[in-house]
């Protein structure tokens, strides 16, 4: 895209006339054409720091927002060159599908011709050929949604911010409108903004993902970064799924009644946890001494493609586990379990389970 810029946020802190302070001081740095997703639970500060890049809410004194290295703190929204999507909608409802398109296009005075080929092309982007003169009130959700995206890219922004987009929609409609929108923001190589509080969004969609919590920045980092080596416990459970093994830390080990497992942590024994994902454990089939812990089966859920167990290895909380094996277990069989040990994570003493 040929104008696509970069986002600079520098010291952005926001706090409301009410007191409520939503972010602490942040900085980001978002490259030209990438697509970033802030991602957080509710109440943790995307939706205001989406907006003061949109530049509906104004930072703290001190905080700066940059475009392409220009500073445009002081600047309202229409002169930002943003272009917006909300959960909502936000078409005109009294309009037609084209009409609210190029909704923008007419505000600046652009000649009827053009608007009439441009919302065309914009209506083969989004995949909704023939529906110009539709009204809305005649759409599907996602068709809305669809239009939504339309109008924001009409003007040409520099930046397209998203506001939980895809939430209004049905688990279907969801991903398939997931994937056209994943294509499409490769496509123009737009600066992209998405707030979103589903991980699995946050994952398919972001080049990189900003996982807020309360107030703060978390982790930044690409999805595999996120959900591989995440940077501390709250990003570790707020991605995925995480089993956590409490024991006694000694001599390389982590003790705990079902079994060991590698632990490099301390060296004075001391009670620690170790973290690791449902997917890196490997059912020990061969061999008992292959394996760091034993347990028996609580319950199975066949998911198709995989199994998810539950063992009760004698932790203060079970074990899940997913395998692609074709075997069933029975509820109460023995297992045995083996976690690579670059699979194991660990986020240092004292920190509450
Ligand atoms: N206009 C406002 N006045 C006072 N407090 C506000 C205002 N807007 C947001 N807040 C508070 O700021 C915090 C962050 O809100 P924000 O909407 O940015 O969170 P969020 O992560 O987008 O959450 P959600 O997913 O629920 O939208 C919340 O505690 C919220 O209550």
Redesign the pocket.
């Known amino acids: 895209m040929k104008n696509a810029v970069s986002i600079q946020l520098v010291q952005c802190g ?1 706090t ?3 007191g ?1 302070q ?2 602490q001081p942040l900085d980001l740095e978002i490259q030209p054409g990438e697509t970033v997703v ?1 991602l ?12 003061m890049i949109a530049g509906l809410e104004f930072p703290d004194a001190g905080g700066r927002v940059l475009f392409g290295g220009e500073d445009v703190t002081a600047l309202p929204i229409e002169r930002r060159g943003v272009g917006m999507v909300f959960q909502n909608y936000a078409l005109f409802p009294n309009m037609t599908v084209g009409e609210n398109i190029a909704y923008g296009l007419k505000i600046r005075k652009i000649p009827a011709a053009e608007r009439l080929a441009k919302i065309e092309t914009l209506l083969e982007m989004v995949h909704l050929q023939g529906l110009g003169q539709r009204r809305i009130d005649q759409l599907s959700g996602g068709q809305k949604q669809r239009v939504a995206l339309a109008r924001a890219l009409a003007v040409e922004p520099r930046v397209l911010l998203l506001d ?1 987009p895809l939430t209004a929609l049905d688990a279907k409609l969801r991903e398939t409108l997931r994937a056209d929108l994943n294509q499409l923001l490769r496509k123009l190589g737009i600066t992209a903004i998405y ?1 979103t ?1 589903d991980q699995s969004e946050a994952m398919a969609l972001g080049d990189r993902v900003v996982v ?1 919590e309360r ?1 703060k920045i978390a982790q930044i980092g690409s999805p595999r970064d996120i959900y591989y080596r995440p940077a501390t416990h709250f990003v570790a459970d707020f991605i995925g799924t995480m089993n956590r093994v409490t024991g006694t830390a000694q001599d390389g080990q982590l003790r705990f009644s079902g079994g060991a497992l590698p632990f490099s942590g301390a060296s004075a024994e001391s009670t620690a946890t170790l973290m690791f994902r449902p997917e890196d454990v490997e059912v020990v089939t061969d061999s008992m001494d292959a394996a760091d812990m034993q347990g028996a089966v609580l319950s199975t859920f066949f998911l198709g493609d995989r199994t998810r167990l539950v063992i009760d290895v004698g932790a203060e909380q079970p074990v899940i586990v997913e395998t692609g094996k074709r075997v069933s277990w029975q509820i109460g069989e023995r297992i045995a379990l083996r976690v690579p040990q670059h699979a194991l994570l660990h986020f240092g003493e004292g920190v509450p389970a």
């Not at 509710?42 to 939706?47: A, H, L, Q, R």
Request: glycine share 16%; charged share 15%; net charge positive.
């Open positions: 926001k409301f006339p009410n409520a939503a972010l802030l957080g639970p509710s109440g943790c500060g995307k939706t205001t720091t989406l907006r939980e707030v509080h807020m107030g």
